[in-house]
């Protein structure tokens, strides 16, 4: 379409009319009443009640709606959603070690390698708590507060295998070692 065809003069005049028409048509002088429900604020627990409106305030269009009784909130027989689901107390979870074994309540640093033993199935080590209880330990008993396994016994150490739970979902792996103490009580 060039600019001096016929049809394009037609959209051209078609498209001026369509603006000028929308622009007069919002030019009304008459004010248009505002559409849809106003929501009343309640009045708190012992305010004074608002009287209700004179007749001639009544000439006027009232486009409000009193609220329907009984439509508040009522919460009661409902779940807080800002309480979690699940109550547990992690610090008492964490200080309750009577569940379990005596040798995953005490953390590696707290037991001490004090001897080994050689029996047909092969060494079994002798670890002594705090208190200065002891155990025996084989390979594959756990032993320590985050879980450890006894990989390795020699006749100077105890190899433990620790599994954290790491970034990204990955477990990190940890040896630690138990050395021998001697009667002394150096290592």
């Given amino acids: 379409m060039s600019p001096g065809s016929k049809t394009f003069r037609a959209l051209v005049s078609f498209l001026a009319a369509a603006v000028l028409a929308g622009a007069l048509s919002g030019c009304s002088k008459e ?3 505002v559409s849809g429900p106003v929501v009343k604020k309640m009045a708190p627990a012992g305010a004074a009640p608002v009287s209700p409106p004179s007749p001639a305030a009544k000439t006027q269009v009232d486009n409000t709606q009193a609220p329907a009784q009984g439509s508040a909130y009522d919460p009661s027989g409902k779940r807080d959603p800002f309480v979690p689901f699940v109550k547990a107390d992690r610090e008492a979870m964490k200080d309750d070690r009577s569940a379990l074994p005596p040798l995953q309540r005490y953390d590696l640093g707290e037991l001490r390698f004090v001897g080994v033993v050689w029996v047909e199935k092969g060494a079994k080590a002798l670890v002594q708590d ?4 002891g155990y025996s330990v084989v390979i594959g008993t756990r032993i320590g507060r985050a879980g450890g396994v006894v990989t390795r016994i020699t006749d100077r150490e105890i190899t433990v295998k620790e599994e954290f739970p790491g970034t ?9 070692v138990l ?3 001697t009667a002394g009580g150096t290592q």
Avoid: F, M, N, Y
């Fill in 179 to 181: 050395q021998l103490t």
């Fill in 130 to 133: 705090a208190e200065g209880k």
């Fill in 31 to 33: 004010e248009q009443p």
């Fill in 168 to 176: 990204a979902g990955r477990t990190v792996t940890r040896e630690s």
